[in-house]
C-alpha cells in the first residue's frame, strides 16, 4: 500500500489523540474563566466571549474569602490532611523501609494489606468506618480523630508505594559502611538513609495529603458539621445550591494541584538525581 | 535480631490497617448477618416462641409476656426498632407492634390474647407470630437475600422478589456494564495518549506528560463540576452545538444527570490511571523492535499488531485492571452527575445507609461489592503484582 495511505491513517489517530488530550484537560479549562463570571451563571454569555471587561468580575471570589463556612472548611481540610499526612507517612516509611529488607516474612501478603485502602471502593470504606466508629463503646463518628484516622489509613499506601520505589534505588553498602564508622541503627537511619530517600517520603507525604485533601465520602458519612472540609461543602454546593463560588473556589484547588504536581517532579528528578552512580 | 527486626517496623502500619479498615470491615460483615434488636428487647418470648407450633396461635401466657416485654421495650424506647425490624418481614406490622403496649392496659379484654386481638385482629393470625419470631432469629440471611431479589417469607419459605421490586440484581449488572464500557473507552481514547507520550520529541513529550498529571492531581469534586458546567442544557457543549446549528435552540440536549452523564464523567476522571501504566511499559518498548518489524516487510498496521502491541499488554492489563476496580466501586461522580438513571451499586448502599436506614441491606451490598473486588485485587496482585504499582 501507498505511502499516502499510511500518512491519512497517522493523521487521523493524530487527530483523535489531539481530542483524547482536549477531553481529559479541556474540562479544567473551561472551569477557570467561567469563576470569573459576573453573572451567577455557569455558561459563557456572549460579552464574555467578547472579551468585555464588564463581564468579569471577582464576586465569587469575595463571596468566598467573606464566607464563614467556607473559612471554616479550609482550615479543616487543612488540619485534618496535615494530621492524617504526618501519621501517614510516619507509618509509611518505616513500613517501607522494613519491607524493603530481603528477608520479610510474607512480603506479598503485607504487601497486599497495607495497599488494600487504596482500592477498597470509597463507599465500603465509608460505611465500615460509620458503623464501627458510631458504636458507643468507640464514640469516634463526628469527631475530628475519627476522621484523621480514616484518612491516614487511605493515604499509606501511597507512602509505601513511593517509599518502597525509592528504596529500590537505595544502596544498601551505605547503610554497613555507616555500621563499620560505629554508627548505631537510630543514627544509620537519621542520617544516611532518611536524606537519601527523603524525595520518596515527601513524594508519598504529598500523595497522602492530596487523598485527604479531596476526601469526600468519609466525612460526607461520618463527619458532623463541625468537621465539613472544602470538598464536603463542594458537595454540598453541587448538590444543593449550585453556585458560582464553587467555581472560585475550584480555580483555586487547581491551582494546589499544579503547584503539588510541580513540586512531586521536581522531587522525582532530584531523586533520579542522587540515585544515580558517582 | 535481623528478621525480627525486619518486620517489627512494619508492625505499627499493620497493626494501624487492621484497625481503621478490617476490623471496620468485619463488623459490616457481621452487621449483614446479625441483628439482635428484637432477640435482645424481648428475650422471653423469643425464648417462648422456639417452643410454640407454629400452626396454631401461640399460648395465652405467651401473649402474656409479649404484653410485659412491649410495654418494657416502649419504656425503654427499643419499641421503634423492634417495630421496624418486624416490618420488614410482614409489611404493615409495624403499627400493629408499636400501638400494642400503649393500648394494651386500657383493654378490659379477659385474658391477654382477646386484648391483643381487641388491639389489632392481625394479632389473631399467625403471619405476625411467624414474623416475630422470625424476627428473633439474631442470624439471618434476609439481607443477602434481598440483595439478590429474593426473599424471605414470614413463615421461612424463599420466594423471588415481586417483578417491580426487583432492583439490585440489575443494579449489579449496570454497575459491571458501566465498568466494563468505561474501561473501553479509557483503553481507547488512552492508549493513543500514551503512545503519543512515550514516543514524542523530548520537549512535547514532556508537555503531554503536564497534560495527565494536572488532571490527575486536580481534585475529583473540581473534574465532576467541570463536566456539569460543560454537559448540562445550558451548558458550554449545548452552547456550541446551538452556535453551529448542530441541535436548535430549543431542543437542547440532556447530557448530564443521566447514564451519558456517568459515562463521561467517569471515563475522564479515570483516564490517568490507564494512561500512566500504558506510559510506563511504553518506554521501556525498544524502537528498534517496529523497525526491525519494518524491514522484514511488516506494514505499519503489521508491525503493530504483532510486534508492539504484544509488547504493551502488561500495560493494558495493569492500567485495565485498576480502572475498572476503581470503577465498580465508583460513588462521588455517579451520585453528582448520573441522576436517577445513571446510578450505580455504590449510590444505592449510600442510599440504605443515610436515607432508607436500612443498615443491614446496605452490609449485605456492601460485602456483595467487597467480595468482587477482591477477587480482582487477587487476580492484579497474581497477573501484574501490587509492589510494581506505580504512581504518576
Known sequence: ?278 | MGKLKASSLALPLIAFVVVTLLVPIFSLVRLSVYDSTVAEALPKTAEALQAWSGTDLPSIAIYETLAEELIAAQETRELGRVASRVNRILSGSRSTISKTPRRFARTDAPDARQAFIEIDEDWGELAIWHALRQATDTFTSRNFLQAVDFRLMPDGSIERMPESQQVYVTLFIRTLGVSIAVTALCFLIGYPMAYAMAHASSGLALILQVLVLIPFWTSLLVRTTSWIVILQQQGVLNDIFVFFGIVADDNRLTMVHNMTGTLVAMTQVLLPFMILPLYSVMTNIPRDLTKAASSLGANPFQAFVRVYFPNSLPGVAAGGLLVFILSIGYYITPALVGGSKGQLISNLIAYHLQTSLNWGLAAALSVILLVGVIVLYIVYDRFIGIDRMKLG
Open chain 1, 1 to 278: 500500500m501507498n505511502t499516502l495511505f499510511w500518512r491519512t491513517v497517522k493523521g487521523a489517530i493524530g487527530v483523535f489523540t489531539a481530542f483524547g488530550f482536549l477531553f481529559l484537560i479541556g474540562p479544567l479549562f473551561v472551569i477557570v474563566p467561567l469563576s470569573f463570571n459576573a453573572e451567577p451563571y455557569f455558561t459563557f454569555r456572549p460579552e464574555m466571549l467578547m472579551l468585555d471587561p464588564e463581564a468579569f468580575s471577582l464576586r465569587w471570589y469575595e463571596n468566598l474569602f467573606n464566607d464563614e463556612e467556607w473559612h471554616r472548611a479550609l482550615f479543616n481540610s487543612f488540619f485534618i490532611g496535615i494530621c492524617a499526612t504526618i501519621l501517614a507517612t510516619t507509618l509509611g516509611t518505616l513500613a517501607a523501609i522494613s519491607l524493603n529488607q530481603s528477608n520479610f516474612p510474607a512480603r506479598r501478603t503485607v504487601m497486599a494489606l497495607l495497599i488494600s485502602p487504596m482500592v477498597t471502593p470509597i463507599v465500603i470504606v465509608g460505611v465500615s468506618v460509620f458503623f464501627f466508629y458510631s458504636q458507643p463503646f468507640i464514640g469516634l463518628a463526628q469527631t475530628y480523630l475519627g476522621i484523621i484516622l480514616s484518612h491516614a489509613m487511605l493515604g499509606a499506601p501511597f507512602v509505601v508505594i513511593t517509599v518502597t520505589a525509592t528504596l529500590a534505588g537505595f544502596n544498601q553498602t551505605l547503610m554497613h559502611a555507616a555500621s563499620s564508622l560505629g554508627a548505631n541503627a537510630w543514627t544509620r537511619f537519621r542520617r544516611v538513609q532518611l536524606p537519601l530517600i527523603s524525595p520518596g517520603v515527601i513524594t508519598g507525604g504529598l500523595f497522602a495529603f492530596a487523598t485527604s485533601f479531596d476526601e469526600v465520602v468519609v466525612v460526607l458519612f461520618m463527619g458532623g458539621l463541625e468537621q465539613r472540609t472544602l470538598p464536603r461543602q463542594m458537595w454540598s454546593g453541587i448538590r444543593e445550591e449550585i453556585n458560582p463560588t464553587i467555581l472560585a473556589v475550584a480555580t483555586l484547588l487547581i491551582i494546589f494541584a499544579v503547584l503539588v504536581l510541580f513540586t512531586v517532579e521536581w522531587l522525582r528528578a532530584r531523586t533520579a538525581k542522587q540515585l544515580q552512580p558517582q
